[in-house]
């Protein structure tokens, strides 16, 4: 079963409506129907006052002659006209029933796919060569693997790429480093131990420094030992990278990676088609783009450089061309880049250059995210000021995951531990996911780890009592008939009905907080269900296969939802 939501089945008929009686085209959006925040309305339709003024017209008589035009085919009762103008709706008891019980033969729970699939190149994680995983990679792994999953869900194509930082400068001193220690084993315990070693020699060793820098020009110059012992400084990294991933449940994979050097081909053809074009300017030796519209606060505009003055290119040249070759080479439609917002003028810049170098004429999304905090509301760090590495993090959740589980939990060790994988790595997906992304959070265990309040924990507890009521029924039982006659059980339907809606605007914003806003009133709905409307004990059998039936809605939107963000919902706390 695929169907049109509730807003769109509304708007669609009071668009017809205003088509009638005024003589109006309107598209759906137009007809601007929302849940209504109003006790004892469902929805309503804010079209009469914006169309009154349009049309010089009184917005209640506009609204009036809508609802005397509008045919609801059982949906809703005809509207009542409210205030200023406002449609308001209360849908129907008996089309909520079926509509509710239509929902447990639809694996999708109603959603439907969209009409109009894109094909959307998302860049995400892309953490650095021989430099461990930080938060911010965190947060842009776990952003970016939720966008893939909601958009795989509404049925676009994804092609996730993996923008690896594994070229440039620091790589001649990295090499002479790997080479220096690496008489025999060359497994790299720690990244960033590492990297402050090569480091260190560059600043103090004059002889190092310069074998560095004429590796870095063998390196880019192709020679083969060279590109052999930075393929083992990728290979190491990766090997962490994907530990990381395999703790986080992220499907990223080697054939994800397009690193910077997978670009290193295109880059000259780049900066020729921009001179070619006629965007490039020389300045101080560098060719750069000044794109419309980028000033500094002087006045002056703002290059991005795409060839150094001694012929290297940099981040922003690299760039540009992973514009050109998803569009160009593999068809992009859209082109989404989940990347901390101090990258926001990089990449405003990087859209300009590339729509007037005609390359880009699709959808560009920078979708930014701000930074994690530590308690003390500063970038997060260590107790010993270093970065916190991503993989002790993870193991620190679970460890802390594993204490909370403990408390309540009667299940034997084994599943305990499996539960505390889920739960401690959940928490810190979710307190990523829940709040705008743009903004910074403060990371803190107990408030990620709260039972009560918008938590992942909370979430999985609500799934795991909808699992246990059902085992406790017997399973579901056959038939779809619902019945809604507490307004507990209406309300708990209602939203359920909604859960497309919620889908739609956290894919359509790259909003996956929408979407935790949406699973935690669902949740909190349900508990209210929960303690008003005994399910095992309901007065009837009617009324019990109902309730059970809803318990059973509920779960699947939970846990479906959850896996949309990338979390699991296990079956027992
Ligand atoms: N490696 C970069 C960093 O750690 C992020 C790369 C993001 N992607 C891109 N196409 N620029 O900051």
């Known amino acids: 079963m695929q169907t049109a939501d509730v807003t769109e089945e509304l708007a669609r008929r009071v668009v017809a409506a205003a088509g009638r009686a005024l003589d109006v085209e309107l598209t759906p959006d137009q007809a601007l129907i929302q849940a209504s925040p109003r006790e004892g309305v469902d929805y309503q339709g804010n ?55 239509a929902l447990l033969g639809d694996p999708r729970l109603g959603v439907p796919e969209t009409a109009a699939p894109r094909r959307v190149a998302l860049d995400y994680s892309s953490p650095n060569v021989a430099k461990e995983m930080h938060v911010g990679h965190l947060r842009s792994s776990v952003i970016g693997d939720a966008l893939a999953r909601l958009l795989r869900f509404a049925g676009h194509e994804v092609l996730p790429h993996n923008h690896l930082g594994d070229w440039g ?29 090569a480091r260190r020699k560059f600043d103090s060793d004059e002889a190092f420094a310069t074998r560095a820098r004429t590796r870095v020009v063998r390196l880019q110059s192709g020679d083969e030992d060279t590109l052999a012992v930075w393929q083992e400084l990728v290979d190491e990294s990766t090997r962490h990278f994907d530990e990381v991933y395999a703790l986080l449940g992220i499907s990223l994979t080697d054939k994800d990676i397009y690193g ?62 992973t514009v050109r070759y998803w569009t160009a080479e593999r068809g992009a439609t859209d082109l989404v880049y ?41 970038t997060m760090r260590t107790r ?16 802390q995951a594993a204490a909370v589980v403990a408390e309540r939990s009667e299940l034997d060790a084994a599943v305990q531990a499996e539960v505390a994988r889920a739960v401690g790595i959940g928490a810190v997906k979710y307190a990523d996911l829940s709040g705008d992304r743009e903004r910074d959070y403060v990371f803190a265990w107990d408030r990620m780890l709260a039972k009560e309040g918008n938590t992942s924990v909370y979430l999985q507890y609500a799934h795991a009592r909808t699992r246990s009521i059902l ?44 979407l935790c806003t949406y699973l935690y009133e669902t949740a909190v709905i349900f508990s209210r269900f929960f303690e008003e409307c005994p399910v095992l004990k309901a007065s009837s059998p009617e009324l019990r296969d109902s309730r059970l039936r809803l318990t059973e809605l509920t779960s699947r939107t939970l846990a479906l939802g959850l896996s949309l963000l990338g979390i699991e919902a296990p079956e027992q706390l």
């Open 47 to 101: 079209l009469a006052m914006s169309l009154g003024k349009r049309l010089g017209r009184p917005p209640r008589e506009v609204a009036g002659l809508i609802a005397g035009a509008l045919e609801l085919g059982g949906i809703a009762d005809p509207p009542e006209i409210a205030g200023p103008g406002f449609l308001n709706f209360v849908l129907r008891g008996e089309w909520l029933e079926a509509r509710t019980g």
């Open 169 to 197: 400068t620091p790589f001649g001193m990295l090499i002479e480093h790997l080479l220096d220690v690496s008489a025999g084993q060359r497994a790299i315990a720690d990244l960033d131990a590492f990297y402050r070693e």
């Open 260 to 321: 910077e050097s997978f670009y290193n081909p295109y880059l000259a053809s780049v900066v020729e088609d921009l001179e070619k074009a006629g965007l490039t300017d020389v300045s101080d030796g560098a060719v750069c783009v000044f794109p419309e519209g980028f000033r500094n606060r002087e006045g002056d505009r703002l290059p991005l450089i795409v060839r150094k003055r001694d012929g290297g290119y940099g981040y922003a040249a690299t760039d540009l061309a």
């Open 338 to 378: 989940v990347v901390g917002t101090p990258q926001a003028q990089h990449f405003a810049m990087l859209f300009a250059i590339c729509r007037e170098a005609g390359w880009l004429t699709g959808h560009a999304e920078h979708v930014g995210f701000g930074t994690v905090l530590g308690a003390d509301g500063k």
């Open 384 to 399: 010993a000021g270093e970065t916190v590495k991503l993989a002790d993090l993870l193991t620190e959740a679970v460890t």
């Open 471 to 514: 085992r406790k029924a017997g399973g579901l039982p056959g038939g779809t008939d619902v019945l809604l006659e507490a307004p507990e059980e209406r309300a708990l339907a209602l939203k359920l009905l909604r859960f497309g809606e919620a889908l739609k605007a956290a894919t359509s914003g790259y909003a996956p907080h929408k």
